[in-house]
């Protein structure tokens, strides 16, 4: 074949590779699942630890993230979430300062906690585990994260808009994460399990 007949083919296989590229772009962008805001004052981020032998209660009140998800598009779905530290509260304020120093969560050099996943599967009816990285002061670890998508619908008092929920429980240690030093990385008064639930309400408002 002449060199002036092979020009044409490889200018249109050039083309051809462009033009499946520019689509591969678009399909990724247009893939993701749709994106949730947290309805804070209907969420919480809770937790229990044992104290000797009692399980004491705590949340975090300040949190904030993206949520992108659909039942039907898990690859597009995905969760990224920040907690303040600063903001735990265990109704007792000697011992909230106490949990923000730098004997366990040092909120001066490390402010908040961070997850973001890198997949989410389905593991039964409405049931779903996202996989991915949990950092806790300066330590990251890769986790399974199981929750539950407790349903959506068409919110009744805000106009074009649809509310969803979740429901997400996991168990920690803190000193896996170097929260507790000194006397207190010790776990005979303070546990060393921590018990986390996570409640989230969304909302998703078409733009």
Do not use: C
Request: hydrophobic share 40%.
């Amino acid at each position: 074949m002449k060199l002036l007949s092979i020009i044409p083919l490889l200018l249109l296989s050039f083309t051809l590779i462009a033009a499946g590229n520019l689509n591969n772009n678009n399909k990724s962008d247009t893939n993701e699942a749709p994106t949730w805001s947290i309805d804070r004052a209907h969420s919480a981020v809770q937790f229990k630890v044992r104290h000797f032998f009692t399980p004491v209660p705590g949340s975090f009140d300040q949190f904030e993230g993206v949520i992108k998800f659909d039942p039907a598009n898990l690859e597009g779905s995905s969760i990224d979430v920040n907690i303040a530290v600063s903001s735990i509260n265990t109704n007792n304020s000697d011992r909230d300062e106490h949990l923000r120093s730098d004997d366990f969560f040092a909120i001066e050099r490390f402010p908040e906690m961070h997850f973001k996943s890198s997949s989410i599967r389905e593991t039964g009816e409405n049931s779903y585990v996202a996989e991915g990285m949990l950092t806790i002061r300066d330590v990251s670890r890769e986790i399974e994260l199981p929750f539950e998508f407790l349903g959506s619908m068409e919110h009744p008092m805000r106009e074009n808009t649809t509310v969803a929920g979740f429901k997400a429980g996991y168990k920690l240690m803190r000193t896996d994460f170097g929260v507790g030093s000194g006397s207190w990385a010790m776990t005979a008064v303070v546990g060393d399990e921590i018990d986390i639930e996570i409640l989230m309400e969304v909302l998703h408002r078409p733009s």
